[in-house]
């Protein structure tokens, strides 16, 4: 039995109302972390800075993501208690009606945090929710699963675009950039309870030297200044030419964080895809699949560093020991 697991299963939570490690479990609040830089990102690649509405998209994704959380165990309740029978629901610690109506609660939190934000958030938020939803309950078991699971994450990352007011339009290769990422995660969690052949952690580990080759690449000339962390009117200002030591010490720099942090991302998603390669067991199955989600923290960092935000992808990148350190109590898959 997992260690995580163990933890809940004491004779003192069994007696609580509330079992709050067990919500913990299902609600798998490590991964929590991998979820502000999807906005953050979103809103550096659109050509904005962080604004109050920022906050209600991340608050947004937060809700929808949990909520993507508690329905996909509502739905893989009888296959996990063949495969994974300590989970919360076949253990019997929470209520299947709980978790489907926490899901419920979760989705329309998210829609009432992004319409606060406008419009054109909540319109994105509606599809990220029609995603997360249509994911669980039909598309899961299917070839598109990890296509609808890619496009989730491409939608939460367009979500702090929107929110920011800035041009979603220029945040799609970020956004595709997630979304690849995403794509090689789902497909190696298909095996992670049973185990299986070791293509899908290879074709991770191909995707992942692809992506991180893509981000140390020059990004476009509007890309290279740290504008976006200043006022938006500002975000396109080039740096003076009778500063032109400043401006190249300032495109360094950034080329030197976009690549310390694309290495970052390539070292924790690579590693473990390599062992489950090797031995594509269900026990290294999962820990690639777990080191790909937490590699999402540096990917966004690299992301909002080659879309010119320098401050939003130190910011993002801070998130990661906690998401480690809280991910070793409670497992993130």
Not at 14 to 21: D, E, H, L
Not at 121 to 147: C, Q
Not at 161 to 175: E, V
Request: net charge positive.
């Amino acid at each position: 039995m997992p260690r995580d697991a163990a933890r809940t299963t004491s004779p003192r939570t069994a007696r609580q109302g509330v079992n709050v490690n067990a919500w913990v479990e299902l609600l798998r609040l490590p991964a929590l972390f991998t979820v502000p830089g999807d906005a953050l990102a979103g809103a550096a690649a659109a050509g904005a800075r962080p604004t109050p509405r920022t906050l209600a998209a991340i608050a947004s994704s937060l809700c929808l993501y949990e909520a993507g959380m508690a329905l996909n165990d509502w739905a893989d309740r009888e296959e996990d208690a063949v495969d994974r029978p300590h989970r919360p629901l076949p253990s019997g610690r929470i209520r299947p009606a709980a978790a489907l109506a926490a899901a419920g609660g979760l989705t329309a939190a998210g829609l009432a945090l992004a319409s606060t934000a406008g419009r054109r958030p909540l319109a994105v938020a509606g599809a990220l929710a029609t995603t997360v939803w249509s994911y669980d309950l039909v598309l899961k078991r299917t070839s598109a699963g990890p296509v609808a699971m890619a496009a989730a994450r491409a939608l939460d990352l367009l979500l702090g675009g929107a929110a920011a007011n800035g041009d979603i339009r220029r945040a799609l290769p970020s956004a595709l950039a997630l979304g690849t990422h995403t794509l090689a995660v789902t497909t190696v969690s298909r095996h992670e309870t049973q185990g299986g052949s070791p293509w899908a952690p290879l074709s991770g580990l191909a995707t992942t030297a692809a992506l991180a080759w893509s981000i140390t690449r020059d990004a476009p000339a509007r890309d290279r200044q740290p504008a976006r962390d200043r006022h938006p009117a500002q975000a396109w200002k080039q740096v003076p030419d009778r500063q032109p030591g400043r401006a190249a010490a300032t495109a360094a720099s950034l080329v030197s964080l976009r690549g310390a942090l694309a290495a970052v991302y390539a070292a924790t998603a690579a590693r473990p895809l390599f062992h489950a390669a090797l031995n594509p067991s269900p026990q290294l199955t999962q820990r690639a699949v777990g080191g790909g989600i937490r590699a999402m923290i540096p990917l966004q960092a690299a992301l909002a560093a080659r879309s010119g935000a320098p401050v939003t992808a130190l910011l993002t990148a801070a998130l990661a020991p906690a998401a480690r350190r809280f991910g070793r109590k409670v497992s993130m898959t």
